[in-house]
């Protein structure tokens, strides 16, 4: 898996349309085991998320990011993380962890002195600076079915989806991943406003590649195109509810 962040001065560059550099984190078994500093020669949103993809990114890491860019990023399949601040190393460390607390939807807190007020050449078109964020998405369906992704149904159950869904990465063949199963699937009949998915990283390895999945069984949470946070291995039903109620 790598994560990119824009950076400056060892901090997250608050500006993605602005940022000279970005930092790519190497990633294995949840611990960062390189790091390096690149430089995009082209700063279009287009340019800069295609440059990305071609290093291998996995996931975004970023500040203020209007709708343009974010709508580059997510044409190259690339996961984002908006509206984080802080060390570009330790905000990593917290995604990793699954500590890092973020918003979703695209913003732009930025000014331009002495420049004409409008984002659409720095962020993207992102309704106006100070943009505020959206309202909470708040589920009014029940599930009562694990969702079991492949390619051809992602985009319908996971990217149009702005609800809550957890994705559990498994194989046949893998043990704790059969440990964990009925887990899974008795925490999915009792949390019936959350969509339980399934990937089989054997079947749809290009997901699990979408994903950095590096390890199994993993567990991802996503809403509203956004990875919120994430946890390997088996665990505990409780652990499990704990995590979802933190992306509430």
Same mark, same amino acid.
Request: proline content about 4%; charged content about 25%.
């Given at each position: 898996?790598?994560?990119?962040?824009?950076?400056?001065?060892?901090?997250?560059?608050?500006?993605?349309?602005?940022?000279?550099?970005?930092?790519?984190?190497?990633?294995?078994?949840?611990?960062?085991?390189?790091?390096?500093?690149?430089?995009?020669?082209?700063?279009?949103?287009?340019?800069?998320?295609?440059?990305? #993809?071609?290093?291998?990114?996995?996931?975004?890491? =970023? @500040?203020?990011? &209007?709708?343009?860019?974010? +709508?580059?990023? $997510?044409?190259?399949?690339?996961?984002?993380?908006?509206?984080?601040?802080?060390?570009?190393?330790?905000?990593?460390?917290?995604?990793?962890?699954?500590?890092?607390?973020?918003?979703?939807?695209?913003?732009?807190?930025?000014?331009?002195? #002495?420049?004409?007020?409008?984002?659409?050449?720095? =962020? @993207?078109?992102? &309704?106006?600076?100070?943009? +505020?964020?959206? $309202?909470?998405?708040?589920?009014?369906?029940?599930?009562?079915?694990?969702?079991?992704?492949?390619?051809?149904?992602?985009?319908?159950?996971?990217?149009?989806?702005?609800?809550?869904?957890?994705?559990?990465?498994?194989?046949?063949?893998?043990?704790?991943?059969?440990?964990?199963?009925?887990?899974?699937?008795?925490?999915?009949?009792?949390?019936?406003?959350?969509?339980?998915?399934?990937?089989?990283?054997?079947?749809?390895?290009?997901?699990?590649?979408?994903?950095?999945?590096?390890?199994?069984?993993?567990?991802?949470?996503?809403?509203?195109?956004?990875?919120?946070?994430?946890?390997?291995?088996?665990?505990?039903?409780?652990?499990?509810?704990?995590?979802?109620?933190?992306?509430?």
């Amino acid at each position: 898996m790598k994560i990119a962040v824009p950076y400056e001065s060892g901090e997250v560059f608050q500006h993605f349309g602005h940022a000279a550099e970005f930092k790519i984190y190497t990633v294995e078994d949840i611990k960062p085991i390189e790091s390096k500093i690149v430089k995009p020669e082209n700063v279009s949103h287009e340019a800069v998320a295609g440059y990305l #993809k071609k290093l291998g990114v996995d996931l975004l890491i =970023c @500040g203020g990011i &209007g709708d343009g860019a974010r +709508e580059a990023i $997510e044409a190259e399949h690339i996961l984002l993380c908006s509206n984080v601040s802080g060390k570009a190393d330790e905000v990593v460390d917290q995604f990793l962890d699954g500590s890092l607390e973020f918003m979703t939807g695209s913003s732009c807190d930025h000014h331009h002195d #002495k420049e004409e007020h409008a984002c659409g050449g720095c =962020c @993207g078109s992102c &309704g106006g600076c100070h943009s +505020e964020p959206r $309202e909470p998405y708040e589920e009014t369906r029940t599930f009562t079915e694990i969702v079991h992704l492949t390619e051809e149904n992602f985009q319908h159950e996971v990217l149009d989806d702005p609800g809550l869904i957890v994705i559990d990465f498994w194989a046949e063949w893998c043990q704790p991943c059969r440990m964990m199963a009925p887990t899974f699937e008795e925490l999915s009949r009792e949390e019936n406003k959350v969509k339980f998915c399934k990937v089989n990283v054997d079947e749809q390895p290009n997901l699990a590649s979408m994903f950095g999945i590096d390890s199994i069984p993993t567990l991802a949470v996503v809403q509203d195109r956004h990875t919120l946070t994430g946890m390997v291995g088996v665990h505990e039903k409780e652990d499990i509810r704990s995590m979802l109620n933190s992306c509430r």
